[in-house]
């Protein structure tokens, strides 16, 4: 599926009422999905450990 395709398909897939914000929401999240799945893919990912320790280095 081309990435119109997929596109569209989110866009047709949310209620009549949606607002402009809603649907870019929308299209925003299934590329964050995306993305995310490429870097595990790819094992550009934290151990638990590793997020820990900059989480508690973002704190200080």
Do not use: C, G, H, Y
Request: hydrophobic share 40%.
């Amino acid at each position: 599926m081309s990435l119109k395709e997929r596109m569209t398909r989110i866009i047709e897939e949310q209620p009549e009422d949606s607002s402009f914000e809603e649907i870019l929401r929308e299209l925003a999240f299934a590329r964050m999905v995306d993305r995310a799945l490429e870097d595990s893919r790819a094992n550009r990912v934290l151990s638990t450990e590793e997020l820990k320790q900059k989480i508690s280095a973002w704190r200080k």
